[in-house]
């Protein structure tokens, strides 16, 4: 999998392929990523990437002409482009593990007011949403994405960590417990040390129907 960011802030990236599991990955080639720093693309001598809006309001829009040089340069047009934004549809586990089966995807990280429509219209693929809220920089949800994608690609986790997650099927996942089997006269469930899988697994799936039930009754709905 190849990842292309572009991005007014290339370090908030930077520092996500350098590190932990993401670093490794790299590291075995099994992820590759190139990050644009799209004020590189931008041709007047002062490299302003953004402007006022049209129709006026408040706050600035980055510019279309940086951005389409940039996805440009990397033949975007023939790519999966993915655009993070708090009016792009809501993105999924779903979305991810059919975005993992791409071979290369390219992220564009918003700023301010977001980017120029006409970027959108001619280059982007899918508009997503992390949640329904909003942060100030595209780097971040962007990264969110990545997240979710990478870890589903083969080798970079094992497949026995990716059973079970929540969201796999309708349930979240249930609760975990290591060493020390006491903590601050906090015990462990003692079902989890009987050694009898069975048990553990009923107890299990009791309690990721119980976390559903109390943290995401949505999911359950149907
Ligand atoms: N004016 C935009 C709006 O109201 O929809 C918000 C822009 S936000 C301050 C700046 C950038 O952060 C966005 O362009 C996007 O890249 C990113 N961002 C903020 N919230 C996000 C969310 N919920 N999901 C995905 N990206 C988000």
């Known amino acids: 999998m190849r990842f292309k960011i572009l991005s007014l802030f290339p370090e908030i990236v930077e520092g996500f392929f350098k590190s932990s599991i993401m670093a490794k990955a790299v590291d075995k080639g099994l992820i590759e990523y190139e990050i644009l720093n799209i004020r590189d693309y931008a041709y007047d001598k002062h490299k302003k990437c953004d402007d006022y809006p049209f129709g006026g309001g408040a ?44 071979s290369e995807i390219v ?77 601050r006269g906090l015990k462990v469930p003692d079902i989890l040390m009987s050694g009898n899988h069975e048990a553990i697994e009923k107890w299990r799936n009791k309690k990721r129907y ?7 009754p949505d999911l359950l709905e149907d």
């Not at 990397?74 to 999924?92: D, E, H, Q």
């Open 59 to 102: 706050g600035m829009v980055l510019k279309a002409e940086p951005l389409a040089e940039a996805l440009d340069s990397i033949n975007a047009k023939n790519k999966t482009v993915v655009f993070p934004t708090p009016s792009g549809v809501k993105y999924t586990q779903k979305m991810a593990e059919s975005l993992a089966k791409e």
């Open 107 to 183: 992220l564009i990280c918003g700023r301010y007011e977001g980017i120029d429509q006409r970027i959108i219209d001619e280059y982007v693929d899918h508009e997503v949403s992390i949640g329904d809220y909003v942060i100030s920089s595209g780097e971040i949800s962007s990264l969110v994405v990545i997240d979710s994608i990478y870890r589903l690609c083969d080798g970079v986790i094992t497949k026995e960590s990716l059973q079970e997650e929540s969201f796999q099927g309708k349930y979240l996942e249930y609760p975990h417990y290591t060493r020390p089997a006491e903590f």
């Open 210 to 216: 119980e976390k559903t039930l109390n943290n995401r």
